[in-house]
Structures are given as C-alpha cells and as structure tokens.
C-alpha cells in the first residue's frame, strides 16, 4: 500500500529521466521541487490520461489519483515546447484533452502514448517534427561553458528557456540529492560538507522549503508518500 516509484537516467541529450510509479490506498503526497518539465501518462479505473507538468520552486502537498499506474518523462533543463513556453508551466502543468490508452493529443498532433521502455522513441520524434526544442546556449551553459556573451543575456535565456534561475535550479538540485544522500542513510555532516551547506541549519532550511522532510524524516523513512525515489523504495523494488 502506498506509492511506489521507480526511474531510469536517460543516454538521451533531451530526456533527464524517465520514472514509473503506482499508488495503492494513497490520496495524497508530498510533492518536491524540480527544475525539469515533463510529460506523464496514467491509468485508472479503465480511462487515460496525460498531462503536461512543469518545474517546480517549492514543496508542497498534491492529490494522488487512487489506483493508478503512471509514467513519466522529464526532459532536460533548457528543453521546451514549442507552443507552451516553460516559464508558463512552472508551479502548474496542463492535462490533455481527448486521450485514450494508445494515443494523446499534443501541439495540433496525435501521438502514440509511450510506456518506460519506449520514452525516447517519442521523444525523437516530437524533436523531429519540431514540437520539443531547445536553446544551444543555456545547454552550452549547462555544459560549463563561457558563452561570448554577456551575464545578463544568459540569465535572460536562462530563465525564458527553463522558467527558473540558474542560482534557483542549482539549489533545487542541491537539495534534492542532499534528500536522497541522508536517505541512503548518509551523515548530515558529511551531506553538509560535500554539497557545501553552511551548517546544519542552512541544510535543514533547504530540506524544509524544496523537499517537505526533516533529516530525521529521510534518514527514518517517516512522513508518508513522497514525489522522490528514495533509498527505501529502491530497496523495496530489488527485493520484489
């Protein structure tokens, strides 16, 4: 019972990860910032859907649909639809209108709906047709490379292409393999070092505002459902 998660890196340049969950007797759960936006696709009750899901900035609590299996593609940072500017999509996220098991609708098109295995499949082809795109330089930043060009105009692209700062993608990935260190059963001193926190209460600051958990919480696997694989839930599927 619960909600249980599971993902995959990408070898894809446009895919971060693509991840899998079911939930059985959960209606909610505590959802965690990310700087990726996504496509996710799930079952219930016989019907289908699809939605579009952009990065968020905080943590917070989100309604889980009972009994359903999903699967979800976050894309890489600087990566964008064509018709739906990422800045829109932060803190929110569209659903689909007329989607059935083996297809959705996206940017005037069908398309075939994806299980985990055929994520990239998809992807290429949206990147063919045009409808996911991405700006070189912010991959070119990414990459830690100087671009001729001034900070500002990066920060502007920055943000226009992802919807985030960098200094805000920075801290929101910080924290969330901060989480998945204490999880793992991690030391808080030594998380505090290797990711270069202050002390322990700027590491329990950033927990609080992007993750919604103590480190007691992740360190005991308390505080109920969580949008994030933690070290529990990789366990749990290797002995399943």
Do not use: N
């Not at 991840?19 to 996504?38: L, N, Q």
């Not at 001193?189 to 590491?203: A, M, Q, R, S």
């Amino acid at each position: 019972m619960g909600l249980l998660f599971g993902s995959r890196r990408s070898d894809s340049p446009w895919v971060d990860s693509v991840w899998t969950s079911t939930s059985r007797g959960v209606t909610e759960m505590t959802s965690v910032a990310g700087v990726h936006w996504g496509l996710v696709f799930w079952a219930r009750a016989g019907r289908s859907f699809a939605a579009v899901t952009g990065p968020e900035t905080r943590t917070g609590t989100a309604p889980v649909p009972e009994d359903a299996t999903f699967t979800g593609i976050e894309f890489a940072v600087g990566t964008s639809l064509r018709a739906l500017p990422t800045a829109a999509l932060v803190d929110g996220g569209i659903e689909l209108p007329d989607t059935s098991r083996r297809t959705f609708r996206l940017d005037g098109g069908r398309w075939e709906t994806p299980g985990p295995d055929d994520a990239e499949a998809l992807v290429e082809r949206l990147v063919r047709a045009g409808i996911v795109v991405r700006d070189p330089l912010v991959a070119e930043v990414l990459r830690g490379a100087q671009p001729d060009v001034s900070g500002r105009t990066v920060e502007r692209r920055f943000r226009a292409a992802t919807g985030l700062t960098r200094g805000a993608v920075r801290q929101i990935e910080r924290a969330r393999t901060a989480a998945e260190l204490l999880a793992g059963g991690a030391p808080p001193g030594d998380v505090i070092t290797k990711l270069d926190y202050f002390d322990e209460p700027h590491l329990a600051r950033a927990l609080r505002s992007y993750v919604g958990r103590t480190v007691r919480q992740l360190r005991e696997g308390a505080g109920g459902p969580i949008a994030l694989e933690l070290a529990d839930e990789r366990d749990q599927r290797r002995t399943s």
